[in-house]
């Protein structure tokens, strides 16, 4: 089923009307993004506060601390409680946990809204080997792009944020948007752990710039494919090469640039 979860840019509480002026000094009136707090704990630690829409909080915190090893994949999680009035939400695990080392060593990424990294950011990612096996058609990148990108969303409502969306083949699964495409990105990670969704054959398709933090995601996730219709980073570009991810950028139409992982990628459409 495409877009089984996709954006509500109607759903209430996601956007406000604004009044002010426009160039010609008339009234106008137009509809922004909402941006609040959440600040994400891990059974007793306060992990970080992120700034977010908030629509998917519980697969935005479940992602976030499995993209930054806090959370591990066999991990059994007891309940995740989120508090809307006190901007909170604490993971709780059988596990004991305690990252203060960790915590200690951050990192500021480039991601809109400002994205942390804690620890060594290539802590987790020499040891990852991304399946070679793996495909990406030149039909389902211009598919994908068609379809994503004239799916209602509140980048076409109000702009200002980045959308991540899950894929396999010439399907969008799963559409989430946030104010840091690191918060999407997120998002689907934590999706993918609450539904038990397998990286197998799946692509992810950004909005965004193509970071260093996208690409560790990405590899993090076991995704051997990674489009974007922006463009790239030198770094994002350099950690794709030395992981094996195909690296997609400005995809618009039936054009696009890959800098990395090409032997992936199955020329079977025609361009004009």
């Known amino acids: 089923m495409e877009f089984s979860v996709k954006p509500e840019p109607g759903h209430a509480g996601l956007t406000r009307e604004m ?46 601390l499995l993209n930054q090893h806090m959370l591990l994949p066999n991990d059994h999680v007891t309940g995740v409680d989120y508090d809307e009035d006190i901007e909170t939400i604490v993971v709780r695990t059988e596990r004991k946990t305690n990252y203060e080392k960790k915590l200690r060593k951050k990192t500021l990424t480039s991601g809109c809204a400002q994205g942390t990294v804690f620890g060594d950011l290539m ?22 792009s068609r ?33 840091g495409r690191h918060n999407a990105i997120d998002k689907i ?19 965004g710039r193509l970071t260093s933090e996208m690409v560790l995601k990405t590899v993090q996730m076991r995704i051997p494919v990674l489009i974007s219709r922006s463009g790239f980073t030198a770094w994002g570009v350099e950690l794709a090469q030395r992981t094996g991810l195909t690296l997609i950028g400005r995809a618009k139409g039936k054009r696009f640039i890959a800098l990395a992982g090409q032997e992936r990628i199955r020329f079977d459409s025609e361009t004009p």
């Open 123 to 144: 802590e987790h990612i020499d040891g990852v080997e991304l399946p070679t096996e793996a495909v990406l058609k030149t039909s389902w990148l211009f598919a994908l």
């Open 19 to 64: 009044f002010g002026l426009d160039q010609d000094g008339k009234d106008t009136q137009i509809c922004v993004v909402e941006e609040r707090p959440l600040t994400i704990y891990l059974n007793g630690q306060e992990i970080v506060t992120v700034m977010t829409i908030r629509d998917y909080p519980e697969y935005l915190a479940l992602g976030y």
């Open 147 to 179: 379809k994503i990108n004239t799916q209602p969303s509140l980048y076409l409502t109000a702009g200002a944020i980045h959308g991540c969306v899950l894929c396999e083949a010439d399907r969008p699964l799963i559409y989430m948007e946030d104010v």
């Open 189 to 207: 990670a934590g999706y993918m752990l609450q539904n038990s969704l397998t990286s197998k054959g799946k692509i992810i398709y950004t909005t």
